[in-house]
């Protein structure tokens, strides 16, 4: 028996289950793909928020990294939370020797408002990082903390996306969930590679249960390169994908609770990858 397209996650892990590698894995499970994991850090949460967090020594990732790759290989990397200069700039010399598709989701911040990254490491995503990414996923909050857009429309969307192309990823996903005003009953997303323009568009849910919403979409567009299908079509299947998990999202202890990873196959309609 074949084995599936090997997808690596190489971010920090959610205690509570619901994003961070936790997530990425369960995405992977659910589209088909054998998914692997580069720890990154150890966070100390739960649905109330991020209370501790422990960056590991660039060593240990570093090694983690190269014991899979060369080894058992892999067909697509996603990165997550790196916290630290000299972890993105470690991970992205990491990267750039790969032979295979990169996305980048740089995490800046917990769903909760909490920090996962520092301010010293952003130029380091913007330099070292974003360059050698094939689909970059940033959400309003890390575009404006990335180039100084702020996001207020659709169009400032555009405008936002070209702003992160100029430091050289190939593709870019603005995700445009927290987009206030205009058609409230959507959530947008923008993809573009400055020539090619494609504006996702799905219903939007009234559910608070949206934790580790950029984790899952980010794996699920790794996991669809994977597979074999163009960054358009992984996009778009990655953007259905989390639209149904967001739909299912349920309550966890007192705070916000995660999407569901596995809400086709809660529905016995296993989710066709």
């Known amino acids: 028996m074949s084995a599936p397209p090997r997808v690596l996650t190489v971010a ?29 850090a150890v ?35 996603k990165t997550g939370m790196l ?18 598709p990169k996305v980048v989701d740089p995490v800046g911040v917990s769903k909760h408002g909490d920090p996962l990254l520092a301010a010293s490491a952003l130029d380091s995503v913007r330099t070292k990082l974003l360059p050698v990414a094939t689909v970059v996923t940033p959400n309003l909050d890390e ?35 927290h987009l206030a005003g205009g058609a409230s009953e959507e959530a947008v997303d923008l993809l573009t590679d400055g020539t090619e323009e494609r504006w996702l568009r799905a219903p939007r849910h009234d559910n608070r249960h949206t934790h580790g919403t950029g984790c899952t979409l980010a794996s699920a567009i790794a996991s669809h390169l994977a597979l074999g299908h163009t960054v358009p079509e992984a996009v778009t299947a990655a953007k259905t994908y989390v639209t149904g998990a967001l739909a299912s999202g349920f ?23």
């Open 12 to 40: 920090g892990s959610d205690s509570g289950g619901g994003a961070g590698i936790q997530a990425d894995l369960k995405t992977m499970l659910a589209l088909g793909v054998h998914g692997m994991s580069v720890l990154t």
């Open 43 to 77: 966070t100390a949460q739960n649905s109330l928020g991020v209370q501790g967090a422990w960056e590991l020594p660039v060593e240990a990732v570093r090694a983690q990294y190269r014991s899979v790759v060369d080894d058992i290989g892999v067909q697509a990397v």
């Open 83 to 100: 916290s630290s200069a000299e972890l993105v700039e470690t991970v992205a010399d990491l990267l750039a020797d790969t032979d295979a």
């Open 143 to 177: 575009v404006a903390q990335l180039t100084g857009v702020r996001v207020a429309s659709e169009p400032d969307m555009r405008r936002a996306a070209a702003a992160v192309l100029e430091f050289g990823p190939r593709w870019v996903v603005i995700k445009g969930g």
């Open 251 to 273: 309550a966890l202890g007192g705070g916000i609770g995660p999407v569901d990873h596995g809400w086709a196959l809660r529905r016995g309609e296993p989710w066709d990858a």
